[in-house]
């Protein structure tokens, strides 16, 4: 019992200090990807021909995004644009109309019902035409630049990445990946309503640590080629090492009350724990015991994925059958045969 609690503290303190330890070394990062990629030159430029191919992939990485310019540009536009604008919006804007709609009406009564109806349309008119589509549209760009900073970081490891066998099979890991993450993230909610709160709120801070560290990790894992079952193995057999790596973006998105704001927070946090997720040395010893967090949405997941594809091969297969002359002659249609 001692041994297995010491390991769950030693577990837990590492994956804390991988995933903050790890920012710190953005700033060296684009240095080594350009040594890397001196070091892959230098051995490819042997005849006339390599070399006229490396001056070609040279160019072509000078037109690509350094990894800390990637970086500003997630924290700009999440933070600078977004978060920004909702401040000034609700902070700023806000507070002093209705600072001056009560200098200009005076009659408290009358301002308290004039401000409620033009609040309601002002915030309303607010959502719908600047953060919704602003929030479609970070979710989009935040996507790119998320695999932009994932693929440069995993370009410092001098690894080739590890491609799926077919698209197919890559279209099916994305499918089921977010399929069983948004029912992941449903069960967390749904703890942290039990009944004792400080027992719900714990356990519900475990799952959003593991579904953060699977979101971090992901990156990395998918370059290895490593499929979703391995990955979700990995975490569930080392939990406490992964709950301690999701720890602390988990605890910094939880601050803020609106969801709208704890996005925008996550959105600038996440490339930063990509970078510590490439950079981890995850530990080689299993823990204790296996924690099987993920069982029940694995199998919520393939049923789901599974009726889905049964249904859709079943819908194709109907409609080239309803497309594809019949192999039979139709009775009607058949010849009699000569009398001999």
């Given amino acids: ?13 590492t994956g804390i200090k991988d995933s903050i330890l790890g920012i710190g070394t953005i700033t060296k990062l684009d240095a080594r990807i350009q040594q890397k990629r001196e070091e892959q030159r230098r051995r490819r430029a042997s005849g006339p021909l390599a070399q006229r191919r490396a001056q070609s992939e040279d160019r072509k990485h000078e037109s690509e995004p350094k990894l800390a310019s990637r970086i500003f540009q997630c924290c700009a536009w999440n933070g600078g644009v977004f978060w920004l604008s909702l401040f000034l919006f609700y ?30 349309i002002l915030t309303s008119v607010f959502s719908a035409l600047w953060v919704l589509p602003l929030f479609v549209l970070s979710k989009i760009v935040n996507a790119i630049w998320f695999q932009d900073i994932a693929d440069l970081a995993f370009e410092v490891s001098g690894r080739k990445a590890q491609p799926f066998p077919s698209v197919s099979k890559i279209i099916a890991d994305m499918l089921f990946n977010l399929l069983l993450q948004a029912l992941f993230l449903i069960q967390g909610m749904i703890v942290s309503l039990f009944p004792i709160d400080a027992i719900g709120q714990m356990v519900s801070l475990l799952h959003m640590s593991l579904l953060y560290s699977l979101y971090c990790f992901e990156y990395r894992w998918f370059n290895h080629g490593i499929e979703m079952h391995q990955r979700l193995s990995n975490i569930e057999r080392n939990w406490p090492y992964y709950f301690g790596f999701g720890l602390p973006m988990a605890l910094l998105t939880a601050l803020p009350s609106s969801y709208i704001i704890s996005g925008c927070l996550f959105s600038i946090l996440f490339p930063l724990f990509i970078i510590s997720a490439n950079e981890a040395k995850t530990p080689v010893k299993l823990y204790h015991f296996q924690l099987r967090l993920f069982s029940l949405v694995v199998l919520i997941s393939n049923k789901l994925f599974h009726k889905t594809v049964h249904l859709q091969s079943s819908l ?9 002359p019949s192999p039979h002659v139709s009775p009607t249609r058949q010849r009699p045969l000569p009398s001999q």
Avoid: C, Y
Avoid at 4 to 12: D, G, L, P, T, Y
Avoid at 316 to 324: A, P, Q, R, V
């Fill in 91 to 120: 902070r700023v804007f806000i507070p002093l109309l209705q600072t001056l709609t009560a200098r200009i009406i005076g009659d408290p009564s009358l301002h308290g019902n004039v401000w409620s109806w033009l609040e309601f």
């Fill in 1 to 13: 019992m001692t041994d297995s609690v010491r390991a769950f503290v030693r577990n837990v303190a």
């Fill in 316 to 324: 194709t297969s109907s409609s080239s059958m309803e497309k594809l």
